[in-house]
């Protein structure tokens, strides 16, 4: 019998508390139901290894209890291919993030190009697995809270992307939101870059029509992010889409105009260089950015129009 | 094969598992415990896993199924089993959908013969 009891503490202490007298009673009703069955038909007690062998057969402590719970499982049949479509998405980004600011570390950084780029790699892993487990952790709620019911019924066929829809694939899309999150990072100062400004016999400053418009660039860029996540998960919602690229068009034409009013976007102070000849490295920086100011904003107003014609046509098309 | 004989048995676990219920309802016209539960099932050709007994016993009391008591009997207190008027009528429900199904399919294969 001690072994039987000895059994029973250990389904115990796997059952929820509430019941687990209740629970334990019946079964070692059973068990000893059991027992002394065999020991009739057999006209004798049952040895130690025949107890055993007879628990052994009623199952694992662990299993046994776990069928008294009323969740078995972390994320359920319903909830897994949201969760796994889910976790793709978080992962791809995050793979998109890390390797982004790698290759911006090695590029901007001390010369050690595989040194810096092979130790910032070495950190992906971490982030891989803090990321999973962080979507498991909200699934696992979400599986618990009835989410996969609601869903399912409330899904809307409507919001499924057309067939003629150009959808981008998923890691062009992973990546440029990964862009706009390392921005977003770098700019709020989340995380830095080596200081690739200063070289030692010259350091660049930035001009102050950069801070003067943090706040414009930090909401342009997190609404552009907004846009390329629902071009990416919600193709559907074209108008929304639409506004908020042809917003963000505008929105950074006029930051742009902004910034090229400024006249001067970099300062060069020497430092152990002789003047004039900072002063001619200033003027070429100034000179690439002045075009590439220009070339930013003509392609933005092309975007800009493509996206305009494209959701008054696809108007025209659903109103046909 | 044995991978086909391996498919064959996950199969006709799943199969028979979708039936226990109808036959645990059954059973529990007359009162019993679940020791003696298992072993009418068994006898009857049908027999079950004491690890799924037991919860599902209890499920099937949470859902109004069943009604249980703790009394004495052969000097030891066991918890003995009865379907529920609403199991009864439930257990009507689900024989009458067991007999449809059975004659589908064997209506089904009636044309394959």
Not at chain 1, 52 to 71: C, E, I, N, Y
Not at chain 1, 125 to 147: H, P, Q
Not at chain 1, 234 to 257: D, E, F, H, Q, Y
Not at chain 2, 3 to 31: N, Q, Y
């Amino acid at each position: 019998m001690e072994l039987i009891d000895r059994y029973l503490h250990a389904v115990r202490r796997n059952l929820p508390a509430a019941k687990a007298d209740d629970i334990v009673a019946e079964l070692r009703d059973d068990l000893m139901s059991r027992v002394e069955d065999r020991e009739e038909r057999l006209g004798r007690a049952l040895t130690k290894d025949e107890t055993s062998a007879l628990l052994k057969d009623f199952g694992h402590p662990l299993m046994v209890a776990s069928r008294f719970r009323t969740h078995q499982y972390l994320i359920g049949p319903a909830v897994f291919p949201f969760y796994l479509s889910i976790m793709r998405i978080v992962l791809m980004t995050v793979v998109a993030i890390v390797f982004m600011v790698a290759t911006m570390k090695a590029v901007f950084g001390d010369g050690d190009l595989v040194g810096t780029w092979a130790h910032a790699m070495s950190d992906i892993w971490l982030s891989v697995l803090v990321n999973a487990a962080i979507v498991t952790l909200v699934f696992a709620v979400m599986e618990r809270m009835g989410f996969a019911a609601e869903h399912l019924v409330s899904w809307v066929p409507d919001d499924l992307p057309d067939v003629f829809d150009k959808q981008k694939g998923p890691w062009e899309s992973a990546i440029e939101v990964a862009l706009s999150i390392a921005f977003l990072l770098w700019w709020t100062g989340v995380i830095h870059f080596p200081n690739f400004t200063n070289t030692g016999t010259l350091r660049m400053e930035p001009s102050p029509i950069f801070a003067q418009l943090y706040w414009p660039i930090l909401v342009l860029v997190a609404v552009r992010l907004v846009h390329n996540l629902i071009q990416w998960l919600r193709p559907r919602w074209k108008t929304l889409r639409g506004l908020l690229s042809a917003g963000t068009a505008v929105g950074g034409l006029v930051i742009l105009a902004l910034i090229y009013q400024a006249g001067q976007w970099v300062t060069v102070i020497p430092q152990g260089m002789a003047a004039g000849e900072a002063a001619k490295i200033q003027e070429s920086l100034n000179l690439s950015l002045r075009i590439a100011i220009v070339v930013v904003a003509v392609v933005w107003t092309l975007q800009c129009l493509g996206e305009l014609w494209r959701l008054v046509r696809s108007r025209g098309a659903t109103g046909a | 094969m044995p991978v086909e004989e391996d498919l064959f048995e996950k199969m006709r676990i799943e199969l028979r598992r979708g039936s226990l219920v109808l036959a645990v309802l059954g059973a529990l016209r007359e009162e019993r415990y679940g020791y003696t539960l298992r072993q009418s099932l068994e006898d009857a050709g049908l027999p079950i896993d004491e690890g799924a007994l037991y919860p599902l016993l209890r499920r099937l009391e949470t859902q109004g199924l069943l009604t249980s008591e703790w009394r004495e009997e052969a000097r030891r207190n066991k918890r003995f089993y009865r379907l529920s008027p609403e199991g009864e009528e439930t257990l009507a429900q689900l024989l009458a959908e067991w007999n449809s199904i059975s004659e589908s399919i064997v209506r089904l294969n009636e044309g394959t013969k």
